[in-house]
Every structure is written in C-alpha cells, then in structure tokens.
C-alpha cells in the first residue's frame, strides 16, 4: 500500500502542585491535601473541558475544527487524537498540535482555578506512567491491507526493538535483583515495555499486547483495516516520533509486498523487558544458534528496506525516512554508556535526538553537579519535568527553546495543525462541516470517525431539495467512509445549502 | 553558543530541583 493512513491517540497525566501547607489558608488545606497525579484528577480534568468550551472554538462534541478529537479517557486522563493523515510530517504536525493545544487548555483552566479558589498549578505530563505505577498510552494507528495483517507476525521482531530509538526513558520503580550486572543500564530505555504481557490482545487497560486486536470499525476503505499499537512510548521528540511512524510504515510496506523471513524472538514479551534494560543484550531467536542483539535486529530490518527500496520506487518522505534510520542506528552503534548510566560516547549526537538518549544526558549533568544518585527523588521528579508540557517548567521543551534538540519539523506547521485539518483526508470534510456549522442554527453530532450529522435547531422548510431528497426536513447526515477523500464539493455544497437554509428559518 | 545554552539550562534545571518530593518517594 503506497498510500497510507496514519494518526496517534496520546494520553496526558495531570498533575495537581500545591503550594507548601503553610502557604495555603487553612481551610483549603483541608479539601486539597498532597501533590498529586491522581487526586483531585476528575475535577481537573473537568476545568479543562470547560477551558476548551470557553475558547470559542469551533466544536462538534469531542471533536474539533483541525479533524482531530479530545476528550477525557478512563482514569480522567485527556486525550488527543490526531485527525487522519496521510504523511508522516502530518502524523508530527498534528501529535504536537495536540501537546500545544493541551497546554493552553491547562493554562485556561489555571484561571478557572483561581476563580473557584483553588490552590496550585495544573501541570499537563506527556508520559506514560505516574509514580505509583499507573500506566496510560501512546497509541499509534496505521491504515493496512489484509495482506499486511495476515502476516502482522513479521513485524513483530520490528516493534520490539524499536524501542531503542523511539523509547521515551524512565528511572523505573524498583530495579528487580536479577537486572544488574554487565551492559545492565541503571534506567529503562521504555516506558510502556513493563506494562505489556502479550504479543496480541484485545484488552487496553490491563493484559496488554503489542498489538491490539479490538476490532473498531473506523474506515471502509475496501478491505483495509485498522492496525493499533499499543506499546509505544510518548515522544518529545520530533525526530524520534518521526521514526517511529516513518520506520513503522516503511516495515507495513514491505510486508505487504512480501518481506520474507525475519528471526522471531522466542520469547517475544520478555525481550521487549529486557531490552528496555539491557539494550546491548542478545536474545535468543528461531533458527540463530547464537541469537541477536536489539540493534542486530533492527539492521536486519533496514538491510531489507535497502534492498526492497532498490527494486521499488520511494516517496520523498520514504527516502528521508530510511535514510533516517540509517544515520540512527550507526550512531546508536557507536554510543557508549557507562555501566553507571554516563554517556561516554556518543558521535551521532543522539543526545539532541533521541528521548531515551536526551533524558539519560540531562538526568547524568543534574547528577553529576549535585552528586546524587539515580534513586534520588530529585532526580526522579526531573524524569518527570521532561515530559512537562510547560515552557515555563517543562526540561525538553526549555531543551528546545535553547535549542539543544534537533527538530524536524517547522514550528509554523504545528500552528497550521492546531486551527486546520489535512488536506488530504476524510479530517479535511469533518474540519470543513464544523467550521461551516460553528455559530449557525444548528447542532453538529460526531458520533465517531466515518459520519457526521447536522440537526437544525429549528425546523427548516421541508420545501427545499434536500429536505426533499432524504425525508428529513432537520437533518442532514454525511458519510465519510472513505478516508483518503479529503474533496467532496458536491458534499459540502449539500452542507452550505442545508445551513443557509437553517439561517433563514 | 554552546557554552551559553548549557549554562542556561544549568540555571534551570537547579531551579526545578530548588522549587521541589513525597510523591516521589512513596514508590520506594
């Protein structure tokens, strides 16, 4: 499949941080007791849906004027989903926009907290764990073909070991005595590869799998399914989620088109653990006596990719995206780690690219200047900060605004993605219908990806064409089940019809 | 420059570190 529909779901950990109790009067002591990422959750979470309701903006529900969604998800954690799109920098453009637009729903909602007097400062972690070992998700989603997805075992091997570029990093909650020794790193490369126990399942919130197999109709487009990770990290990282989308995708080409073998680990789940902690170590594989290492892995992957690329013709962004991986993986060759977790090497400056690699460079200088150890809760709450979507306290984006990281996109293209939809996807009609319906006489009801309803407040003249064609003379219901059409004048003609004739009544 | 950058985030990382804990800890 050449043409490819990709989109993210990330969750967001809200953090509530008190001011000392001697700073607060007593009687909000009382109500508000402790920092924290789990009390108080449910009212914040709720500030943040009224700052988005106060913002003006046009709205259908959950869903927005750029095509994408936010809501509150199980565990009052937000969530944004990216609209459809068709290219990897969309992909970027539009998971970022969602961290921007997350942060100045936070920073609403820090005035409505004062309003009704509450105490603190609302933080907003793109993460994906708290400190009392709750877990919440990165998901990515990929438009595939049934050929793809009755071989979705040959990516696998992929998606295990791809954590080593696209890991977000994390000092983890207790280090069991069996993970130490040689080539064991004092922190973890990934986030979510503790809380996965299967290769496929249907279950998101417990007995995890790589893949999730839950069947959501969300496109008919012919026969194509929807592919859903679930074990992915959250990234800062413009460059790194770049990766993770770009490599991922190039790997669904190739199965598709037949990738031939790849060595399967044997025990799938438990390297996906293990390499998170000993990124250098080798895993048994079927058929390979002395078995491979996460990197060897990943080799065997992009040698694949040289080949088929050789013999079939590459986009643009596919050609940037292999050569990407390329860069990647020789730097990640040649950096050096101390078994204290000190990067001692690191030639391909993986340090301004790589979260994983970022985080270990910036928890190392903190360390180093104020000689602490990694279980210190100074340098835990730091592991936190980077994830902080605040430019004001968050450690990658003040990373990024002193420009220590390497960003892969322009920032105007985030700013685009916050206010417009691709325009290339079924996003740019659902955007299209709501823009034109904000501020009319009439409800919009987005019940989920592939439709969109218009209910007129009034009643309109069951005289006019439209009225006449569907029976219905309040409503008009528009079907997007094809999510590569981002035109459809006749459609929209029908909306703007439909509504100028709701402004008449 | 380089130098200038890391300084920077010197100062604000020991800002963080200054403006800090107990959630933290409880995981031990």
Redesign the interface.
Known sequence: MEERIFGTECEYALFHQLPPPSAQGSGKTAKWSGTSFSENLQEMSHLLVCALRGQNRPLAGEFLANGGRFYIDRGSHPEYATPECRSVADVIAHEKAGDRLVQKLVEEAGGLMAEKDIPGRLHAFKNNHDPRGNTYGSHENYLVSPRAMEKIQQIIPFLITRQIFAGAGKIPHLAPPAFSGEDWLPFAVSQRADFVEHVLSDRASDARGIINTRKREITRSGDNVRLHVILGDSNMSEYALKLKIGTTALVLRMIEDGLGDIPAFLQPVQALKVISRRPAGVHAVEGAGSGHTALEVQSIYLEKALGYFSSHAATGEEKAVLCLWETTLSGLKNLRISPSGVIEDDPGELSRKLDWVIKAWLLNRAREKKNLDWSDPHIKHLDFRYHDLDPETGLFERCASLGLVDRVIEEEAILLAMEAPPHNTRARLRGGIIGEAWGKDVEVLVENWESIRIIAKSKVDGMHPFARQRRSVNGLKANLNDPFEGCNEALLKRVRRFLDKCDEV | DKKK?LQ???N??EG??QE?????????
């Open positions: 950058q920077q985030l010197d604000f990382i963080v570190l800090a804990l107990e959630e933290f800890k409880q995981v031990e």
